[in-house]
T-cell receptor, first 111, second 112 residues
Framework: GENVEQHPSTLSVQEGDSAVIKCTYS??????FPWYKQELGKGPQLIID?????GEKKDQRIAVTLNKTAKHFSLHITETQPEDSAVYFC??????????FGQGTELSVKP | KAGVTQTPRYLIKTRGQQVTLSCSPI?????VSWYQQTPGQGLQFLFE???????NKGNFPGRFSGRQFSNSRSEMNVSTLELGDSALYLC???????????FGPGTRLLVL
């Protein structure tokens, strides 16, 4: 069935370093890939998304890349700050319309 | 615009009871999706409603049901609660034809 694998499950970086989170999806018909940030006690917040006709998208310190052939997509955060600490989820939307989420990455940015 | 709102925010029930959770989407959004979030299973899709019709359904037992009203507000119901139903239940809304989903803060359900 449809599946999204996300790695790593935990990531600790020093403030100012870059962080990279990677996801792999199984449904080759997937065409939309959002990334969400979830802080403690809150619902997931969309931070960036990419569609299958685009290879890369950037928004200030955040970028997402998509490799359709390999069915991989990645989130890149540069110049990390303590407020970037949260759980990050990738997701893939299949042709049926459901969003399938990865298991999440707990990012810790140490000052 | 106000965001997605969910009520109640916290709920404690006992096994065998039933529960109803409510979600009000962002004004103008007609699609509402529900997700269950647990530490072990992550975020799992329950169902999606659009214009009062269920458009998609996840792999959950029939004890989980939902509906959507003409004003796009949605409710989900869980009957005969089990301990494993303890979770954060999240609602997300999107506008017609849009893929982007905006989540509410969730309802945390504890089943004792």
């Amino acid at each position: 069935g449809e599946n999204v694998e996300q790695h790593p499950s935990t990531l600790s970086v020093q403030e100012g370093d870059s962080a990279v989170i990677k996801c792999t999806y199984s449904d080759s018909a997937s065409n939309y890939f959002p990334w969400y940030k979830q802080e403690l006690g809150k619902g997931p917040q969309l931070i960036i998304d990419i569609r299958s006709n685009v290879g890369e998208k950037k928004d200030q310190r955040i970028a997402v890349t998509l490799n359709k052939t390999a069915k991989h997509f990645s989130l890149h955060i540069t110049e990390t700050q303590p407020e970037d600490s949260a759980v990050y989820f990738c997701a893939a939307r299949a042709m049926g319309g459901k969003l399938i989420f990865g298991q999440g990455t707990e990012l810790s940015v140490k000052p | 615009k106000a965001g997605v709102t969910q009520t109640p925010r916290y709920l404690i029930k006992t096994r065998g009871q039933q529960v109803t959770l409510s979600c009000s989407p962002i004004s103008g959004h007609r699609s509402v999706s529900w997700y269950q979030q647990t530490p072990g299973q992550g975020l799992q899709f329950l169902f999606e409603y659009f214009s009062e019709t269920q458009r998609n359904k996840g792999n959950f037992p029939g004890r989980f049901s939902g509906r959507q009203f003409s004003n796009s507000r949605s409710e989900m119901n869980v009957s005969t609660l089990e301990l494993g139903d303890s979770a954060l239940y999240l609602c997300a809304s999107s506008s017609r034809g849009a893929e982007t989903q905006y989540f509410g803060p969730g309802t945390r359900l504890l089943v004792l």
